[in-house]
Each structure stands twice: as structure tokens, then as C-alpha cells.
């Protein structure tokens, strides 16, 4: 779990390096340089950094490199992978726009295994995608493909290729007095669209642990959470959350941790939040083991701190780390909680 925890401080940095510069962006300008990383590696865990630099403002070219170690069946084995793209963006740029491009990837996996259906082997293939730059600096974007394993061991001949890409992106471009010009922006309330309902939802990647139970392991799993709230000021709102992560044990098959509870939103800043509420929590394992039965239910909290990279009147996205303790007492008192930590990419609608 040390590892994915790692994983999570890097993806909180990336949030803190977008908020360092927040000035508007003037036609023309655009970022020549993204670095991201490919957060569904995260669950194996695999940390693969792409770095992308903008040739022209409709061609890019991206390197990449990752290392990580998989655990599975208990038998530890490191993994290196390497790869680069092609770049061409059919509509937009670099800055936002859609993609299409060819990518090739080599993977060394020390032992039996596959990355993505490759195991030692080098795959290449096409692949379509979207990018997005925010004001920020944090950068979103997604690629979908199919690659044929040219060398090496594989699942088979033609493979999947799936990206979802988060980091930050800088070295700016343009016309310096443009953007001056477009820094002129009309005063008014940076919360005037804090009105009323607002609904949101977020899905990300997480960790928890067993307190009480040295032998209850639980691995990386899903983190998703969905939440309806009311406005009582601008800077503050009455919010009913459901937070919840699903994953696996070796000891007890896969689980699923969530809390339904009564929280307060506040805004100490236009594009920072803070959540705390109280409430119910559950604890579902698909087969009895360490938990002495199939479901627990207790009380608990939860503590979340959320970071705006990008709002357009009513519609907002975010980056979230949460952290949710549920305190339960079974039978057999072979545990006293559960504690999870999750990171999500959040959406919401005011």
C-alpha cells in the first residue's frame, strides 16, 4: 500500500504545480510541453510518465517511461516499460483538441506476466484521443486504440490500447501582448454561480487498511463518490455524500467500503473546498474470512479537500483526496475499523 500512497502524493502535486499560475489564456497561446501520467497504471502499480512537446501547434511528439512491481499470486516481479507517439491534432491543438496519432510500446516483465496483454514484447499501433489544457496548467486527456504485438510473448495478436492521461503542462507560447490584452476580464463574484442545488460526482483510484487486523489485507481498488447538496451562502453548502472504494483481498475475495453521511461544504478560496460530514458506514466482503461475516455495519466520518481546475458557468471539474474512517464492532471483535484514502477527478453542476 506504500507504493499507491506514493502514487497519490504525486497526483496531489500535480494539483499544488497547476495552481502556481492561473493568468487567462489569449488566442494563439498555447503550452508546449505536457507531462502526465497514465492513472489506470496506478492500480497495478505501474508509474508511467509521458512527456509531450508541441513540434508545431498541430504536431506533437511524446516519450514515456515506467516502472512499477506487480504482487500478484504473491510472487513479486518488476516491470519497465517504454514507448513513444506520433502525434496530429485533426481538430484544435495542442492546448485542446482531438488526436490521432501511433504509438509503440516495450515492456520487460522480470518473470511471467503481461502489461496490458504484452509481456516482454514491443507492440505498435494506432490510436485516437482528446486533450485538454485548463488555465491551471493541469492537463486531462484520453487515448483509445488497437496495437499489433510485432515481437514477444502476448495475449494475442491485436491488443486494446487505453490512456487516461493527468499532469500538468507548461514553457507557454504566443504573443505576449495579446495576452495581456485578454487579461482584461469583467469584474464580478468569482461564486455568483454558487446558487441554490448543486449535484456532483467523481471517480478515482484508492487504498485502505484493517485497523485491528494485522492479517487483513486489502489491495488498491476503485474510489467513486456522488453527492447532492443545497447553497446556504456562496461559500458554504449542506451536502448529503455517499463515499465508496471496492477492491480486493487475498484474505476475504473483494470488498467494498462506503459511507452515507451529512456534510458541510465550505470555499475558503473560489477554486478550493473543504468537506466534512458524519454519518453511516458499511463494510461487504463476497465471502466470509477475516471479518467473521459477509457485512458490518458501524458509524463514521469523512474529510475531503477539493482543488477547481476548470469551471464554465454552471459545470465545474475538480481533484479531490478524500480520507473516510468507519469504526464497526462484530462479534468477534477481530477488527475495530476501516480507513480509506482515496484520489478522484471530480465533476459537478451547480
Same mark, same amino acid.
Given at each position: 500500500?506504500?507504493?499507491? &500512497?506514493?502514487? #497519490?502524493?504525486?497526483?496531489? /502535486? ?5 495552481? *502556481? ?7 494563439? $497561446? ?9 492513472? =489506470? ?14 513540434? &508545431? ?9 515506467? !516502472?512499477?512491481?506487480?504482487? *500478484?499470486? %504473491? ?32 515492456? +520487460?516483465?522480470?518473470? %511471467? ?6 509481456? %516482454? ?22 487515448? !483509445? ?9 502476448? $495475449? ?14 507548461? #514553457? ?9 490584452? /485578454?487579461?482584461?476580464?469583467? =469584474? ?6 454558487? &446558487? ?22 486489502? &489491495?488498491?481498488?476503485?474510489?467513486? $463518490?456522488?453527492?447532492?447538496? #443545497? ?8 451536502? !448529503? ?8 483481498? =487475498? $484474505? ?16 475558503? +478560496? ?48 475538480? @481533484?479531490?483526496?478524500? /480520507? ?5 464492532? =462484530? ?13 478522484? @477527478?471530480?465533476?459537478? #453542476?451547480?
Amino acid at each position: 500500500m506504500t507504493t499507491t &500512497r506514493h502514487g #497519490w502524493i504525486v497526483l496531489g /502535486a500535480i494539483g499544488l504545480m497547476g495552481s *502556481f499560475e492561473k493568468t487567462a489564456r489569449a488566442d494563439g $497561446d498555447h503550452e508546449r510541453v505536457s507531462l502526465t501520467l497514465n492513472v =489506470p497504471y496506478l492500480l497495478v502499480p505501474v508509474y508511467e510518465l509521458n512527456a509531450e512537446l508541441a513540434v &508545431r501547434d498541430t504536431w506533437s511528439v511524446a516519450l514515456r517511461g515506467g !516502472v512499477g512491481e506487480s504482487s *500478484f499470486l %504473491d510472487d513479486e516481479r518488476t516491470i519497465v516499460e517504454l514507448g513513444g507517439q506520433g502525434i496530429y491534432y485533426v481538430r484544435g491543438d495542442a492546448h485542446r483538441g482531438v488526436q490521432l496519432g501511433i504509438d509503440t510500446r516495450f515492456v +520487460r516483465y522480470e518473470g %511471467d506476466g503481461m502489461l496490458a496483454g504484452l509481456g %516482454d514484447g514491443v507492440a505498435v499501433g494506432p490510436f485516437v484521443g482528446y486533450k485538454r489544457v485548463f488555465r491551471s496548467g493541469v492537463t486531462l486527456g484520453g487515448q !483509445v486504440g488497437a496495437q499489433v504485438a510485432a515481437v514477444g510473448e502476448s $495475449d494475442g495478436r491485436v491488443l486494446p490500447y487505453v490512456a487516461l492521461a493527468l499532469g500538468v503542462s507548461f #514553457w507557454r507560447a504566443g504573443d505576449g501582448a495579446t495576452r495581456e490584452a /485578454a487579461e482584461v476580464v469583467a =469584474p464580478g463574484d468569482p461564486l455568483d454561480h454558487h &446558487r441554490r442545488a448543486m449535484v456532483a460526482v467523481s471517480v478515482g483510484l484508492g487504498t485502505a487498511s484493517i485497523g485491528g487486523c494485522d492479517a487483513c489485507e486489502l &489491495r488498491p481498488g476503485l474510489g467513486v $463518490d456522488a453527492s447532492v447538496g #443545497w447553497f446556504l451562502w456562496r461559500r458554504l453548502a449542506l451536502v !448529503v455524500d455517499s463515499t465508496a472504494i471496492v477492491g480486493a483481498s =487475498p $484474505d476475504f475475495g473483494s470488498f467494498g467500503f462506503g459511507l452515507w453521511s451529512l456534510a458541510v461544504q465550505l470555499w475558503p +478560496r473560489e477554486d478550493i473546498w473543504i468537506k466534512v460530514g458524519v454519518g453511516a458506514a458499511q463494510l461487504t466482503s463476497l465471502s466470509a474470512g477475516a471479518t467473521g461475516t459477509g457485512v458490518e455495519t458501524g458509524g463514521g466520518g469523512t474529510l475531503a479537500v477539493g482543488y477547481e481546475v476548470h469551471q464554465n458557468r454552471n459545470f465545474g471539474m475538480d @481533484l479531490q483526496l478524500r /480520507a473516510t474512517h468507519g469504526s464497526f464492532r =462484530p462479534e468477534d471483535d477481530d477488527f475495530d475499523g476501516v480507513d480509506a484514502y482515496v484520489g478522484v @477527478l471530480g465533476f459537478h #453542476w451547480y
